[in-house]
């Protein structure tokens, strides 16, 4: 059914919902799901239903493909699970009617079909998906979806535009100079702004000749995404580096950047580990709950639930401020409601009792290297027994000692092998390749130099507080903690500690995250069945039959400072030298240096505003939405500064509609839907089997160029690569493995190849890809596609890859997941106890190097000031945390009715007991103050929420996305009540006072605070 813009506009005139949860009319109960209430069904056997997919015969109950649909297998975007959908497309009109999930892709069923399984036979065991998934038709078909390119009129912000061609769009920004004299602001007619090729010319320019570290001129070009992973961002990144930029990024410091850098540390350099869940006994669930956002969320719940129905099944913890609906409790899982920010007191709590009852498996501990481990049957090993350098003064002090050191000659290796232990069976120094066991408990000297094992160096951090002081501090009583210890260390290597972002949004989110998972190594569960796992993977896609990723004639063009500063310490730049040269104390700097993280997303805006290390010239927004997403950042001076162009000249947004940030940009590129777009997406470890996931285009709804391809990021990329010559485009585009270059003049060009590497990359048994049949070829709809395409690659390439289309990507089969007791996929690269590369850095602010082993750190500013003492809890009682509910995703499903429908508004969520202190009853109108300013909301008073924590709901309470009005041509564009519905706290959230605009930070991890903002709240007795 096509609802008009206009139906849905005069429908939220007629609702009137304003800002509550209240007042849905039947009109929107009937419009919104697309029902025929109280009329005649319109078939005797579907009712008011599309016509199944499938059709049986009677007589044999043999099955074949109803001609009246296209089947689509595609990736999700409507959140970062990714999970595999099967489309359902009307053939005559090309209209998406239904998305359920892809059999064929691990995260929609547990039993997931294999690869080699005939499209046919999957009928009757679809996948499934969840309500975000099952919505996502609305995402797409959104009535306020940005159809043309448009440019601002008037001042940023004022909510003027006018559309222009796309021809237009690409020569105004490529070439620059006085592009704003049309619009009418006199903040913004004289500027001179610099284009694509002017700055592109710059690449050779030193951005500063002081400090040249900092790199070239072409860093000005700056890519800020918020919807980039896989292959897109493989293209962005390709794009930015030809250009010779190294500012790409995506949002993982608004999301889980700590809980990333937590992992790399202590699992040498990988990202994320996950139980197992279907085997486990025992898992403890830190900041997240089976069935909430996490790493699937529809896997991680299924999982779970199965899991938890056996007879001897698991039994799980959830450790968080909200029982959700993922924390059931009953006689097979327990809540413990822990102050926010605490989580770290509560491991290191756990940590000191299984120490101190000698729960830890001492044996497993005591093997140095991966060779002694599995001499002695184990799957992985630890540093538990490598000596750290603990003497203050010495050259190498928080460093591993090395052989050199320890006075035993020349290493026999080098890197993390030549580390010195004690060996346990003379009980003298040695390499730690030398010996079979070791020592873990060693404090003492080597050759004269003071050392501690790091274990030792992890029992004396616990040892700073009793477990009835961490009691205390994370409000869990002793007992309980305990109790959990014990039941944590009762079940051999099948129990778990695992963690998301509830656990590491915190300034002190880093080392509580780093306790979350050393209890994992206490046990020495990794590589286990019912363990833990880093699981599969996925499959090469970068490089194979074609090198998409690579530009020969720009190879090295892209160094310097990331504008963020990320990866680069403080004190190797020529801004520390000068200072310490001139006699000054470097100390702090201007804003933080982040050498251990990555894609600092939150520090973007502010550092380019106030042009520290420099400048920005052309910031891309892809689906980034910073004043919405980012904890303080939407705030009216910071507004101000945005608003203003000589901070940033130009501003393009690649975007789906007029979004809460993009409605301040210069320009909008209208973008694609996820399911306009392309993608290779690898699977999580929770599903224990390695696979890569194609996202492919299933409608194609934008607007074309005049030479036929539709509008979106990756073409605008291309049209203005070409017109400023950049190499890697065009005819001499992507080589090949023998080195031809094939042509780069459409996406197409660029993932097809990718697709084709995926389906050549070296495989591991049963997941071969299918060649496609003519039947799969005509239920898919893809001969005109092959035929549209067919030169992007080589003829004898193309039935395998319409085979991957066809299953929507390629996956090991669900029986590769384990041998026996062990899980298939072993991770043998040493666990650390002590992380040297933290413990050797120094924090930018003051000058003090961070801790290489976790311990109970009190949240503070960057300037080191405790939280408590900068908002007194007197005045201050309440501390807000949010939450990503299973309906909404961080800020882009407010276009899916369907899920308003459930759902209209989030308000505030108070605990029972707070609520009756306030006198505050369920629906009230509430104000919620913080230090920073006060939203208006009602109030949601429920149990399940530990007394002194108030709660929010992302996802709703917008102001862009349709919320709002604005005008395009001089026509009056109408916002929805319905996407204005509900409370967003995120422009209240405290900002640090010591550093100009910017949140509350983790400064070890990198991760932006969301859980540490202490509120009040007031009646709002106008509305009473």
């Not at 950049?726 to 270059?741: L, R, S």
């Not at 039947?775 to 319409?802: G, N, T």
């Amino acid at each position: 059914m096509d609802i008009s813009r206009r139906g849905f506009l005069t429908l939220s005139a007629v609702a009137g919902l304003g800002a509550g949860t209240l007042g849905f009319s039947k009109r929107l109960v009937d419009l919104v799901p697309f029902t025929n209430r109280g009329r005649k069904a319109l078939h005797p056997i579907y009712g008011n239903a599309n016509t199944p997919e499938w059709l049986r015969n009677p007589k044999t109950d043999a099955l074949t493909a109803n001609p009246q649909w296209t089947l689509h297998h595609t990736v999700d975007l409507q959140c970062h699970s990714e999970c595999g959908l099967r489309v359902k497309i009307d053939r005559k009109t090309g209209r998406v009617q239904r998305i359920i999930g892809n059999p064929y892709h691990p995260n929609t069923l547990s039993e997931y079909t294999s690869c080699t399984t005939p499209l046919i036979d999957t009928a009757r065991h679809p996948g499934t998906v969840c309500a975000r998934g099952n919505s996502g038709i609305q995402t797409a078909y959104d009535p306020y979806r940005v159809m043309v390119p448009l440019k601002r009129v008037g001042p940023r912000g004022s909510g003027q535009w006018k559309p222009i061609s796309w021809e237009t769009l690409i020569a105004d920004v490529s070439e620059g100079g006085k592009i704003f004299a049309d619009t009418g602001d006199a903040m913004s007619m004289g500027l001179d702004v610099l284009g694509f090729r002017d700055l592109y010319a710059k690449r050779d320019e030193l951005m500063d000749a002081n400090a040249p570290e900092l790199g070239k001129r072409s860093n000005g070009f700056v890519v800020q995404g918020g919807r980039l992973v896989g292959t897109r961002m493989t293209f962005v990144e390709r794009f930015a580096h030809t250009f010779g930029s190294v500012n790409v990024f995506d949002h993982v410091n608004v999301c889980e950047l700590s809980h990333h850098i937590g992992h790399q540390h202590v699992f040498s350099g990988i990202n994320m580990t996950q139980p197992d869940v279907r085997e486990a006994k025992f898992i403890i669930y830190w900041g997240t709950q089976p069935g909430d956002a996490n790493f699937p969320m529809q896997i991680q719940g299924k999982f779970a639930a199965e899991a938890r129905a056996k007879a001897d099944g698991l039994k799980y913890v959830v450790v968080d401020p909200k029982l959700s609906r993922g924390g059931v409790v009953g006689d097979r899982a327990s809540w413990l409601p822990i102050k926010p920010g605490t989580d770290g007191a509560l491991a290191l709590a756990m940590i000191r009792w299984i120490i101190d009852h000698n729960r830890y498996n001492a044996a497993y501990l005591s093997y140095p290297t991966q060779a002694a481990a599995v001499t002695a049957g184990e799957l992985s090993h630890t540093d538990a027994s490598h000596l750290v350098i603990v003497d203050p003064q010495h050259p190498q002090a928080r460093h591993f000692l090395g052989a050199q050191d320890a006075g035993l000659g020349s290493p026999r290796a080098t890197g993390e092998d030549d580390r010195v232990v004690i060996d346990a069976a003379s009980g003298k120094p040695a390499q730690a390749g030398t010996v079979k066991a070791a020592q873990i408990e060693y404090a003492g000297t080597v050759n004269g130099v003071a050392v501690k094992s790091a274990f030792r160096l992890l029992r004396e951090a616990a040892e700073e507080h009793s477990v009835e002081e961490y009691a205390a501090i994370c409000g869990i009583e002793a007992q309980r903690i305990a109790a959990v210890a014990r039941e944590f260390t009762s079940h051999g290597r099948q129990a778990v500690s695992t963690m998301y972002r509830g656990v590491v949004k915190h300034p002190n989110g880093y080392y509580n995250g780093v306790a979350v998972l050393l209890l994992n190594l206490l046990i020495g569960n990794m590589n286990w069945t019912g363990g833990l796992t880093a699981g599969g993977g996925g499959y090469n896609v970068k490089k194979g039959l074609y090198d998409i990723e690579s530009v020969p004639e720009a190879e090295g063009l892209a160094k310097g400072v990331i504008i963020n500063r990320e990866k680069v310490h403080y004190e190797d730049t020529s801004e520390y030298k000068a200072k310490v040269a001139a006699g000054q104390n470097p100390y702090p700097s201007k804003r933080p240096w982040f050498p251990l993280s990555s894609n600092m997303f939150t520090e973007t805006l502010p550092s380019a505003i106030q042009r520290y290390p420099y400048g920005v010239d052309i910031l891309l927004w892809h689906k980034a939405t910073p004043l919405y997403s980012v904890p303080s950042q939407g705030n009216p001076e910071f507004i101000e500064a945005m608003k203003n162009p000589k901070n940033i000249p130009l501003i393009i947004a690649s975007d789906i509609v007029v979004g809460d940030s993009s409605m301040y940009a210069d320009y909008i590129l209208p973008d694609v839907s996820y399911l306009e777009s392309y993608d290779h997406v690898d699977t999580f470890p929770t599903t224990l089997t390695k696979g890569t996931g194609v996202r492919w285009p299933a409608v194609s709804l934008t607007p074309m160029t005049a030479d036929g391809r539709h509008f979106c990021m990756e073409e605008f990329l291309i049209d203005v690569a070409k017109r400023i010559k950049m190499p890697g485009y065009g005819e001499k585009g992507i080589p090949d493995a023998a080195g031809k270059f094939w042509p780069l003049n459409r996406r197409e060009d660029f993932y097809l190849k990718a697709t084709a590497n995926l389906v050549n990359a070296k495989g591991v048994g049963g997941d071969e890809v299918a060649k496609a049949t003519a039947e799969e070829i005509a239920v898919s709809d893809l001969a005109p596609y092959q035929k549209q395409f067919a030169d992007s690659l080589k003829p004898e390439e193309w039935p395998a890859v319409l085979g991957c289309l066809v299953r929507g990507g390629r996956f090991q089969p669900v029986s590769g997941a384990r041998k026996g007791d062990k899980l298939a996929y072993q991770y043998t690269k040493r666990l650390h106890f002590y992380a040297e590369k933290v413990g050797t850095t120094r924090n930018s602010m003051n000058g003090e190097f961070f801790h290489g082993t976790t311990r109970w750190v009190e949240p503070t500013t960057a300037s080191g000031k405790p939280l408590e003492k900068l908002d007194d809890p007197k005045d201050w009682p309440l501390t807000i945390i949010t939450m990503k509910g299973a309906l909404q995703t961080h800020s882009r499903l407010a276009s899916n009715y369907t899920l308003r429908e459930i759902n209209p508004g989030n308000g505030v969520q108070v605990a029972a007991e707070d609520a009756r202190r306030l006198g505050i009853a369920n629906g009230d109108w509430i104000w919620v103050v913080t230090p920073e300013g006060k939203r208006r909301g009602r109030a949601m008073v429920l149990e399940g929420i530990r007394p002194g924590v108030i709660l929010f709901e992302v996802g709703y309470g917008h102001w862009g996305y349709g919320a709002s009005n604005y005008r395009v041509g001089g026509k009056r564009v109408e916002g929805d009540a319905v996407r204005r519905a509900g409370i967003h706290l995120n422009p209240i959230m405290r900002r640090d006072p010591d550093v100009w605009q910017m949140s509350l930070m983790d400064l070890t991890g990198g991760s932006v605070v969301f859980y540490n903002t202490r509120a009040r709240i007031e009646k709002d007795v106008a509305h009473v």
